[in-house]
């Protein structure tokens, strides 16, 4: 017991240093699932200490969750991913949650097929698929545990600027999706008025297919019928992408106050993402989310893991390339 939470404080310990250094930071996510999972197995230790029955009830009770919660996952990534195409069309980025659920029921069948068929070949398959997604599960479940803690932590330091990022347009209307940064991005200045400061908003978006003007025009255009004066309005009409986003509205930034602090307006989904870009690009800032519609946020947080996963396509790539290779090594 004494052992496990002494390695809970010493991840808790690593966890603090690196947050104070730099709240962007995916290795956060790692420190702080490990600091509660030690954490975790010491308070359940401690309760076999007093009662070696409720803890045995407690453990088992896990193992029984286990299998439950991913049954029910794999049947509510379905059903959402089901309301996805229905609601936001067939477009491969809206499959994801659909094509995640179906996975699972996928794994299951194959597993007990090779349960049945007991050859060995197959078998290794399968703990070469299973070691892969523990690993890119347990990355999951760091991403959305600190994505959520990131999300709860509010900046209060002074702001030189509040950037909106883009996320498309219908022709030249400001969709849902859009309008909710903007309100977001609009109380963020408005707050920050009321405190005596007088940050400028960046717009920051370029003009993709299917638009008939800059994301940024329109979005201006939006903030300026809800009061904000067109001339704390800078547009970032250039980008196609967040990382463009961020250069250019940097660009813009510096060039008005070489050393600016700012905040980073986007969806909550998308807000962790965008913080790790941001830290990537150099921009001084920390990112703030906008709600997001329930039936769209799984996809959506799936896309956004999958993002980041592929930014470190090289370290993951070879540890998912050891994890799939080992099953099979005592057939060399």
Known sequence: MTICFSIAGFWFLIFGISFLYDRRLFRNSIFLVFALMF?????????????????????????????????????????????????????????????????????????????????????????????????????????????????????????????????????????PLLASRLDRGKLVYDRAIRKGRNPMLITSGGQGPGEDIPESHAMATYLIERGVPADRILREDRSTSTTENLLFSRELMVARVPKYRCLIVTNNFHAFRAALTARKVKVNGQVVGSPTARYYWPTATIREFVAILFSHKWINGIICGVLFVIPFVQFA
């Open 39 to 175: 954490a975790g197995l010491g308070a359940l230790f401690a309760v076999a200490s007093v009662s070696r029955d409720l803890a045995e009830l407690l453990a088992y009770g896990i193992l029984f969750l286990i299998p439950v919660t991913i049954a029910v996952l794999a049947v509510f990534l379905v059903v959402n991913g089901v309301t996805m195409l229905r609601r936001e069309g067939r477009r491969p980025k809206n499959l994801l949650s659909l094509a995640a659920g179906l996975g699972i029921f996928a794994l299951v069948i194959f597993g007990l097929a090779v349960q049945q068929l007991n050859w060995p070949l197959l078998a290794a398959l399968r703990t070469s698929i299973i070691g892969v997604l523990t690993y890119v599960s347990f990355l999951f479940v760091c991403f959305l545990i600190y994505a959520f803690v990131y999300s709860r932590i509010r900046s209060s330091r002074k702001i030189d600027f509040v950037i909106v990022l883009g996320s498309g347009l219908r022709g030249s209307r400001v969709p």
